[in-house]
């Protein structure tokens, strides 16, 4: 026993159960903070479970329909009609002036804004008190999409009985191609196996890599392409007849890309659609004048995508506007 002192062992057999003790210390602590974490950050933030789009053998993909989302504090609901709207009726009450917005993430709001402050919303909530009348607002919209998927979803699913259809369109749509579910949005196609697995995929991968940065909406970016302007000209033709044939009018909100409007501008619609809306006698109202006078930063979140303050100014430019884009809706 004595010899055992001498040459260390116990010490040595000690000391391997004092690491032993220590990994699996450390072990249990990773693992009970990755638990910790995990729940608040789906219970705070609702990572790992966002908002989803579905395929659509009509117009490429929309949102999936009837899904009620909480993501970083703000409520998101979808409805039976992939639309970022309460439910609808397919058949509007009697004395009901109803409008339907199609758009894309302008118009959708982003998961970083709230369904009570989308500008969507705040038109629902406030035309009735410009208009003097019972209306309802819809918001068909999904992240990515062009004129194309825009036109092909009204032509698929009709109008919805709607009075005015108002086509919300921005500095990027005339020369974008149609969108398909691969590419245009950044929404997934169903939940996350964990909260930890989107901070991954979705924010910390594109960053470092170039996996993911085929997936930034191409609407948001600036280009020049005629033969696409040229193509998404006819296709406002076909928005426009659909909407016609279902015996309702058609406006236009243009929305500018605020990090490319120099300040104090009153208007940066594209020549081709002025032109086209003249010729079609369908108002167009250029919004870029309540914007060009707001600092990016608090207009927008990211330059293009409006803030809940930008959503609110949106709204009240609409709201004052009002009879320049629906002269017979008051």
């Known amino acids: 026993m004595l010899l055992d002192h001498v040459d260390g062992r116990p010490d040595l057999r000690n000391r391997k159960l004092t690491a032993r003790t220590l990994l699996m210390s450390m072990a249990v602590g990773v693992t009970a903070l990755a638990l910790i974490s995990e729940i608040g950050l789906r219970h ?13 053998s009509s117009c490429g993909y929309i949102l999936t329909p009837n899904q009620h989302k909480r993501r970083f504090g703000k409520w998101m609901s979808v409805n039976q009609y992939g639309m970022r709207s309460g439910p609808v009726s397919p058949n509007k009450f009697g004395g009901v002036y109803r409008i339907l917005l199609v758009g894309d993430s302008i118009l959708y709001g982003t998961s970083q804004v709230g369904q009570e402050q989308i500008f969507a919303t705040l038109l629902n909530r406030e035309l009735p008190a410009v208009t003097h009348r019972s209306l309802e607002v819809l918001n068909a919209s999904a992240g990515g999409w062009a004129i194309a998927n825009e036109a092909d979803y009204i032509r698929s699913r009709g109008t919805f009985r709607s009075d ?3 086509l919300v369109l921005n500095s ?17 196609r169903g939940p996350y196996a964990c909260a930890w697995c989107e901070v991954w995929a979705r924010l910390i991968k594109p960053k470092i890599t170039s996996v993911g940065r085929s997936q930034n909406d191409p609407g948001t970016q600036l280009r020049a392409d005629p033969i696409q302007t ?12 659909t909407v016609t044939v279902a015996q309702a009018k058609m406006g236009i909100i243009f929305i500018a890309f605020r990090k490319y409007v120099p300040e104090g501008a009153q208007q940066s619609a594209p020549s081709e659609l002025v032109a086209w809306s003249e010729h079609k006698h369908v108002p167009l109202l250029d919004l870029t004048s309540c914007q060009s006078n707001v600092p990016t930063g608090e207009l927008t979140i990211d330059g293009v995508h409006l803030s809940a303050a930008g959503n609110r100014i949106v709204a009240t430019a609409i709201e004052r506007n009002w009879r320049r884009l629906d002269p017979a809706g008051t």
């Open 44 to 56: 705070f933030a609702g990572l790992g479970d966002p908002v989803t789009v579905t395929n659509d």
């Open 164 to 166: 005015l259809v108002v």
């Open 172 to 188: 990027g749509d005339l020369p974008q191609p149609r969108a398909s579910i691969n590419e245009g949005n950044d929404a997934p």
């Open 230 to 241: 040229a193509n998404n000209l006819r296709l406002l033709d076909r928005f426009e007849s």
